[in-house]
């Protein structure tokens, strides 16, 4: 059974910085695609960043040059650097894994930017 557990959320200042956190349990994390996701109050989940298996990237366009999704497949574990982070960055945060007959969620991880 494949689970995922973020961390790293919180409350910051604009301006500031997070680095978030996705561990996943079991064997197929470097085999597959991690994601990042956000829900803000009353909006879809949108993808905000993701990382394929290869460790190719792709970045939607409003966190694109603040952000960085990074993995490190000997930790199971996928990272999301926001910086420069504006009150419009606040949400859940998401980690997904899509991998072989699998697509797992997390259970979210708050990200609260004051202005």
């Known amino acids: 059974q494949v689970q995922l557990v973020e961390s790293g959320g919180g409350l910051v200042q604009g301006g500031g910085s997070l680095r978030l956190s996705c561990v996943a349990s079991?064997?197929?994390?470097?085999?597959?695609?991690m994601g990042w996701y956000r829900q803000a109050p009353g909006k879809q989940r949108e993808l905000v960043a993701s990382?394929?298996?290869?460790?190719?990237?792709y970045y939607t366009g409003s966190v694109k040059g603040r952000s960085t999704i990074s993995r490190d497949n000997a930790k199971n574990t996928v990272y999301l650097q926001m910086n420069s982070l504006k009150p419009e960055d606040t949400a859940v945060y998401y980690c997904n894994l899509v991998g072989p007959n699998r697509n797992i969620w997390g259970q979210g991880t708050q990200v609260t930017v004051s202005s």
């Open positions: 079991g064997s197929i994390f470097r085999v597959s695609h």
């Open positions: 990382i394929t298996s290869g460790g190719n990237t």
